[in-house]
């Protein structure tokens, strides 16, 4: 399989805590997204990361990304109870031109107010 | 402008029937993609297209699975002779052309097969 696995499965933390979720792949990336999903229905496009990029920054969110050790992490400060939500890695393989994501499972947020 | 959207929202079928899945990309986006999340699951890949074209079906679970798209934007998902574990939340997601761009999802259909 060349899904994406996410680590922990499960956080919870209270707000204004930070929240630090790490994914591992196995493919060769040609970029690393990062997606939110309420209530197991749409996903939403939070973050993407380039193979040749370390390190990158969108609000209370930080990403960031080896590619020799094949992980990523994301980091999302300053917690909110909103956060609460499933965030998942997706990783873009080099060897395809078509786009094709592969997921991980996911790991499951809840901030407590 | 408007996201992806899909419809039904929620399909409840008995098994042995067939059921359609339809999704409308964002407009001018070539690419389209369906996925299946089965519950507490990450995302399963099932089909891509560009534009009309399907150059990957390598995702669908069985010949019971089939989908089309039509002048470059709607795509319609059909599953024949439908099976409990088709039950899944099935989602659409379309990126401005083919490659590595960002996925745009839309809301999902919710199938439960009794």
């Known amino acids: 399989s060349q899904q994406g696995e996410e680590d922990p499965q499960a956080l919870s933390i209270q707000e204004g805590e930070n929240a630090t979720m790490n994914c591992s792949y196995k493919?060769?990336?040609?970029?690393l997204q990062w997606y939110r999903q309420n209530s197991g229905r749409g996903l939403v496009h939070l973050i993407l990361?380039?193979?040749?990029?370390r390190e990158k920054h969108s609000g209370r969110l930080r990403v960031t990304l080896d590619t020799s050790k094949k992980s990523s992490s994301l980091l999302i400060t300053a917690s909110r109870a909103a956060d609460t939500a499933s965030y998942f890695c997706?990783?873009?393989?080099?060897?395809?031109?078509?786009?094709?994501?592969?997921f991980g499972r996911g790991t499951q947020l809840t901030v407590w107010p | 402008g408007a996201g992806v959207s899909q419809s039904p929202s929620n399909k409840v079928t008995e098994k042995g029937k067939d059921v359609e899945l339809r999704c409308d990309p964002i407009?001018?986006?070539?690419?389209l993609y369906w996925y299946r999340q089965s519950l507490g699951q990450g995302l399963e890949f099932l089909i891509y297209?560009?534009?009309?074209?399907?150059?990957?079906k390598s995702g669908l679970p069985s010949d019971r699975f089939s989908a089309e798209r039509t002048g470059g934007s709607v795509s319609t998902l059909t599953i024949q002779r439908t099976q409990q574990e088709d039950s899944a939340v099935y989602l659409c997601?379309?990126?401005?052309?083919?490659?590595?761009?960002?996925?745009?999802f839309g809301p999902g259909t919710r199938l439960t097969v009794l």
């Open positions: 997601a379309s990126s401005p052309k083919t490659g590595t761009d960002t996925q745009y």
């Open positions: 997706a990783a873009s393989d080099r060897g395809s031109t078509l786009g094709r994501l592969y």
């Open positions: 297209f560009q534009g009309n074209s399907a150059p990957d």
């Open positions: 990361i380039r193979s040749n990029e």
């Open positions: 407009s001018g986006h070539t690419a």
């Open positions: 493919t060769s990336i040609n970029n």
